[in-house]
């Protein structure tokens, strides 16, 4: 075999690889084997280091894949798949790794040892996933917000992550406390009411309502306001521009347009005030010192947020944002959050009880920006294992769910050599329980032989090495995260057992591409 290539892809013989297969699919294990290791709980961590010699632990797929310096063409395809799952699911991406590079090798050898046309076994992957996708939605059970199956789904989640128990107790408590409320159009979509902020040197929290990592605009406003009323101002503040000042020469203008700017900076207050606001929301463009002045002797509550945050502080506080100056004018524009206060020493903004629809934040810390960082990403996982779990339903983890599709994947009958592009789906479906077997110390072949002769449901007790109930055990995996990875492996695969030659071209960019136009 030769060696993996993960450095900079040139292609051998002058221009024209001819033996691609050989060398994607190469560049496809050596990127495969720097993730395989991590997965499951008993997985290991990577050190990555860059060349100013940064270094950051992780355990997840993506951020390593994502940190690899320069790699084989090939390979990018896979971390952009894997990239996908992580946005569409976010979880599963090393299983789908695993299953792509489990595929490839297989299709290999139907290719190269028996001479299977890459044709065939491309159509036997994508019925193989078609079926296996299905038997898998076919066997998932739902579950509801307190279902004791939330909890395990968390768990089983984070089990590999850095933390992981404390974390879960957290996502759990940050899923419940917001609970239907984040329901959209009958689905869960926990992106619009769970916040999650990484800190560095905070507790650990889940906060009823929103978190804001600012300051507000100046110290001599209140740190702390009962009853709030809040406009969102999205409206220019800033009626005179130092740009006219500056281009103006005569004394005597240049007098008038800071006279100007005085009475109109007034002006804008007066009339935001007169609508019974007490806290300012700001997200203009840009804001006069004397109205930020007037503000603050006012002792208002002001604070800047940028345009990003509108939408969750309107939906949180009921209040709209107010994008021209007339519609100071419209009824029913401010919103209400019942506590608002600064947390000087952390330079946070608690916004409590609002009259909106409810939100929660979870504030989860690290000693240095690293642990914080890494801490993050897996409370959102865990986030979106939930909720995928409650919009699809679940199935048996640690890899049980897939191997036992394996006997129900076989009572179909494909026609002639799809059946044997079949094997090829087959062999991935057997490899996730084998690898998080093999990452806990056991010879992964045989324990998976026990878990196959084992019920449905059926796995491996990661620290006894018993065939065990995953379902009674508490290990679950959102079903949803499982089908996307298979498709993800499918994808993979498929286009890397389709290509004979790797060609050196000309200029490919995109630009470059659209220009020729054929
Ligand atoms: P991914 O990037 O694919 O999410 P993970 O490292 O998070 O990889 O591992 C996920 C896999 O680990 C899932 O198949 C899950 O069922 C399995 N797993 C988690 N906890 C356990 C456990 N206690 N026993 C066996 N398998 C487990
Ligand atoms: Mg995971």
Redesign the pocket.
């Known amino acids: 075999m030769s060696t993996p290539n993960y450095g900079v892809w040139r292609p051998m013989a002058e221009n024209v690889e001819f033996n691609a297969l050989e060398s994607n699919s190469n560049a496809v294990m050596a990127i495969a084997d720097t993730v395989r290791t991590?997965?499951?709980?008993k997985?290991l961590d990577k050190l990555l280091i860059d060349q100013a010699m940064n270094r950051h632990v992780s355990n997840d797929?993506v951020t390593i894949l994502l940190s690899l310096r320069a790699i084989h063409p090939v390979a990018r395809m896979i971390v952009q798949i894997a990239e996908r799952q992580e946005q569409l699911v976010g979880?599963?991406?090393?299983?789908a790794v695993v299953m792509a590079a489990e595929m490839i090798k297989d299709g290999k050898r139907l290719i190269k040892e028996l001479g299977v046309h890459p044709t065939k076994v491309v159509e036997g992957i994508e019925s193989g996933v078609k079926h296996a996708c299905q038997i898998l939605q076919k066997e998932a059970r739902k579950i509801a917000l307190d279902d004791n199956a939330l909890e395990q789904i968390v768990k089983?989640?984070l089990?590999?992550k850095m933390d992981g128990q404390k974390l879960s107790s957290l996502v759990i408590l940050a899923l419940r406390s917001v609970g239907k409320a984040a329901m959209y159009n009958g689905s869960f979509d926990f992106d619009k009411s769970i916040m999650v902020i990484r800190r560095t040197n905070m507790e650990d929290r889940v906060v009823n309502g929103i978190v804001l990592e600012r300051k507000r605009m100046d110290p001599d406003m209140p740190v702390e306001l009962n009853h709030a009323r809040i406009m969102i101002v999205k409206f220019d503040l800033k009626p005179v521009k130092e740009s006219w000042l500056k281009e103006n020469s005569k004394y005597q203008e240049i007098l008038n347009m800071e006279n100007d700017r005085l009475v109109k900076s007034k002006e804008i207050v007066d009339t935001m005030l007169a609508t019974g606001a007490n806290t300012f929301l700001i997200a203009s463009p840009e804001v006069d010192q004397i109205v930020e002045d007037l503000l603050a002797s006012l002792k208002v509550f002001a604070v800047r947020i940028s345009t990003e945050e509108i939408e969750y502080l309107s939906r949180y506080t009921n209040a709209k944002p107010i994008r021209m100056i007339e519609d100071l004018k419209k009824p029913d524009i401010l919103g209400k959050a019942d506590h608002v206060i600064e947390d000087e020493d952390n330079g946070v903004i608690y916004i409590e009880d609002g009259a909106g629809r409810n939100m929660v934040t979870m504030i989860v810390s690290g000693t240095t920006k690293e642990t914080s960082l890494e801490r993050w990403r897996a409370a959102i996982d865990g986030v979106n294992a939930a909720e995928a779990a409650l919009n699809e339903g679940i199935v048996a983890?640690?890899?049980a769910a897939e191997l036992h599709t394996i006997e129900k994947i076989k009572n179909l009958r494909l026609k002639g050599l799809e059946q044997v592009g079949l094997e090829v789906v087959i062999s991935a479906l057997e490899s996730?329980m084998r690898q998080?077997l093999t990452n806990a110390g056991f010879n992964g072949l045989e324990k998976v032989m026990a878990a196959k002769a084992s019920s449905d449901g059926f796995?491996i007790d990661?620290d006894s090495g018993e065939a065990v109930d995953m379902w009674k055990k508490g290990?679950l995996?959102p079903v949803l995260v499982k089908t996307m990875a298979l498709q993800a492996a499918g994808e993979i695969s498929k286009s890397v057992l389709r290509i004979d030659r790797n060609l050196a071209a000309e200029d490919l960019s995109p630009q470059a591409v659209s220009e020729t136009k054929r």
């Not at 991590?38 to 709980?41: K, M, N, Q, R, S």
């Open positions: 991590t997965l499951g709980p997985g797929g979880d599963g991406t090393t299983t089983t989640s089990s590999s983890g640690g890899g996730i998080i796995g990661i290990v995996d």
